[in-house]
């Protein structure tokens, strides 16, 4: 058959060449659009089909609506999950943007040891959640980290035991999570700063604007699109944040620190409730196109109207 | 308005040496223009001035007074930045007023001042754009206006029509003569552009490597250039320079050059004028005759016969490049390719000959050595 092709093809070589050159481009993207489509938007659809089943641990397909969602929010540890993100997100996002940003601002006052401290406030983001778990749960229990240190030091009463507290286990997440990701955020800050011009800062000082003046008033809000850039990459680091969770508390104590991302596992893949799972994934898709959609809206409005 | 001195000023960055001993004197209400090429530290002593710079050695002085170690802001000047340098964040209004905002003016004062500002520069229909809505022409006007408004001691411009296309450069650079011939506020503006430097200052300052080459106003410097950098650097086309010696002819002083005329090459004797008679010393040694182009013209009697300093001779002509007003010939001079502005009218095809004639008064003569005006 090829050969068939290819002799026939000598008279009317040229059409074709033609018609290859002008698709060329779509005929190296449709593999890849294609795989997407089925992997990643097919997936969501059948996803969000088993959401409304009953499916327990094989999937039916008999659609019974809402009731998987009625479930879903009536378990407590659903409701804790939710707000554990909703503490966890808050806390994380904007501890993360302020400290990086802090960090970009004093490296770019020309520091001499710049590149290794750049180095230095990066690597975290090099290392798997995993690791940044366990390292982080060494160093917060009680028994072994920081509280036996300074207790050993000799004060005796120090007590820091946030990681097996309920109440503040939460916390402990956002402290490595924060630990993780500052770096990463410093990294983009000090990029965007670079390209100010430094004739802005020269004539901000002329007018006689101080230093923390020409950063709040003139610099800060010209880098928008990296507050907003860094804000949605740690948004949904933190709403699919799962592997931080499993190693440093396990969820613990109890449920106390469990996540959307732990809750949907546990049900889809431990406790043969794939509908629950579903819905619970469903929701979790719900937060992020909540946060996503009135950003692009705006972002594609603006483009019209500036 | 103030007086500026700048009193033996250097500037190192480590073992580098970029400015070395720089000493200015401007008088209240003068236009300084710093002219160099690229490099040559100009920007830098701007920097000096504004205080964005820290001094090596020496002093700057603002109406008498030492400001090394005072602010920027304490200076009582204002720049206006090659890049604009506006706050892209701010409206074209809150640029203007930003400096009084910061100086803690009352809303409506400033208010007043900067629709008055942007009034003067014909931008006050723009005060609620943000400098990304302006063309370039108008980010120049707004950077103008956040200097004027502030109602400087000193205004400090570093390039500030670079960035601008030809047209505009040139409409933008008449407004800032008419800006200084209104406020009469002293003015130090940097440029590597001698005709903005010749148009613009009331004094030029040319730098080179750090150094002040000379401090004269436009008509001296290019009449009376103190070297043969400063003759080069300012003038388009160029000053022509050409080898030369000095001779004595008939008991007058004059300098001979070779060149060729009717296929023959010879000397031709180029007499001095009288006033000249301090080149005495120099007879029988070689010299560098600077001419400027619009001095050496097509031969007219006339004319010769009024003005003693025109010296007549033949020359080939090599090429024609008309421009409309002038038509500028080549003819090689003592070896050199030396341009001639030629009425069109009287110009000669290439490869004859033709009838010049120079003025020997306007003529500059240079040390072949050490490149200084004799």
Redesign the interface.
């Known amino acids: 058959m090829m050969s068939l092709m290819t002799q026939k093809s000598i008279p009317a070589k040229k059409p074709l060449s033609d018609w290859f050159r002008r698709n060329v481009a779509k005929l190296v993207v449709a593999p890849t659009f294609g795989l997407i489509i089925f992997f990643v938007y097919g997936f969501i659809a059948w996803t969000g089909y088993v959401s409304f089943t009953k499916s327990k641990m094989l999937p039916t397909y008999s659609f019974e609506g809402f009731y998987q969602y009625i479930r879903l929010w009536k378990m407590t540890p659903w409701n804790v999950a939710m707000e554990n993100l909703l503490v966890f997100g808050s806390l994380f996002i904007l501890i993360a943007i302020v400290l990086g940003c802090l960090l970009a601002i004093a490296l770019d006052q020309k520091v001499r040891a710049e590149g290794v401290l750049r180095t230095v406030y990066l690597y975290p983001m090099a290392i798997s959640f995993i690791i940044t778990g366990t390292a982080w749960k060494w160093i917060l229990n009680p028994g072994l980290g920081i509280q036996n240190l300074v207790q050993s030091w000799g004060w005796e009463s120090f007590s820091f035991d946030w990681l097996i507290n309920s109440e503040m286990a939460i916390y402990t997440l956002v402290i490595a999570a924060v630990w993780q990701s500052s770096g990463f955020v410093m990294a983009l800050f000090l990029a965007a700063l670079r390209g100010v011009d430094s004739e802005i800062i020269k004539a901000a000082y002329l007018d006689g604007a101080s230093l923390s003046r020409i950063y709040l008033v003139i610099i800060l809000p010209t880098l928008r699109p990296v507050f907003l850039s860094c804000f949605f990459i740690l948004t949904h680091m933190a709403v699919k944040s799962f592997d931080l969770v499993v190693a440093l508390t396990g969820g613990g104590p109890g449920y106390s620190t469990i996540m959307p991302a732990n809750f949907m596992y546990e049900m889809t893949f431990r406790r043969n409730q794939i509908g629950l799972g579903a819905a619970s994934a469903m929701m979790m898709l719900a937060t992020v196109m909540a946060i996503v959609i009135p950003y692009l809206y705006s972002e594609l409005r603006e483009k019209k109207n500036g | 308005m103030a007086s500026l001195s700048i009193q033996n000023v250097k500037k190192s960055y480590g073992a580098i040496e970029v400015l070395k001993g720089i000493d200015l004197d401007l008088e209240d209400g003068e236009f300084l223009v710093l002219l160099g090429p690229s490099g040559c530290g100009k920007s830098t002593l701007l920097?000096m001035i504004?205080g964005?710079d820290t001094i090596t050695d020496g002093e700057i002085l603002i109406d008498q007074n030492v400001v090394n170690d005072v602010h920027?802001?304490d200076r009582d000047?204002?720049?206006v930045?090659?890049?604009?340098?506006?706050?892209?964040?701010?409206s074209v209004a809150r640029n203007i007023g930003?400096?009084l905002e910061?100086?803690k003016v009352t809303k409506e004062d400033r208010e007043k001042r900067v629709d008055e500002a942007a009034r003067m520069l014909q931008i006050d229909h723009l005060s609620d754009r943000k400098p990304a809505q302006l063309s370039g022409g108008q980010r120049q006007r707004v950077a103008m206006g956040?200097a004027l408004v502030r109602d400087p001691e000193i205004f400090l411009f570093d390039e500030p029509l670079s960035n601008l296309d030809a047209k505009l450069r040139v409409e933008m650079r008449t407004e800032i003569k008419k800006l200084h011939q209104r406020l009469g506020t002293t003015m130090v503006y940097v440029t590597h552009d001698q005709i903005e430097a010749m148009t613009l200052a009331s004094r030029i300052a040319i730098l080179r490597e750090g150094e002040v080459q000379q401090f004269a106003s436009p008509q001296e410097v290019y009449e009376k250039p103190a070297n043969m950098y400063v003759a080069g650097f300012v003038g388009s086309p160029p000053m022509n320079f050409v080898p030369a010696a000095v001779v004595s002819e008939d008991g007058k002083l004059g300098v001979s050059i070779e060149r060729t005329a009717n296929g023959n090459r010879s000397s031709v004797f180029l007499a001095l004028p009288d006033d000249r008679q301090d080149v005495g010393d120099w007879i029988g040694r070689d010299v560098i005759l600077g001419i400027r182009p619009e001095t050496l013209t097509h031969r007219s009697d006339a004319e010769i016969s009024l003005n003693k300093g025109l010296q007549a001779f033949d020359c080939q002509v090599e090429v024609l490049e008309p421009t409309g007003a002038d038509t500028l010939t080549y003819i090689e001079l003592g070896g050199r390719e030396v341009i001639a502005r030629v009425n069109p009218y009287n110009t000669t095809a290439p490869g004859e000959t033709m009838a010049f004639m120079v003025d020997m008064g306007k003529a500059s003569l240079f040390d072949p050595k050490t490149e200084l005006r004799i």
């Open positions: 920097n504004a964005l920027p802001k000047i204002a720049m930045f090659q890049s604009y340098a506006l706050y892209p964040n701010m930003f400096g910061m100086r956040r």
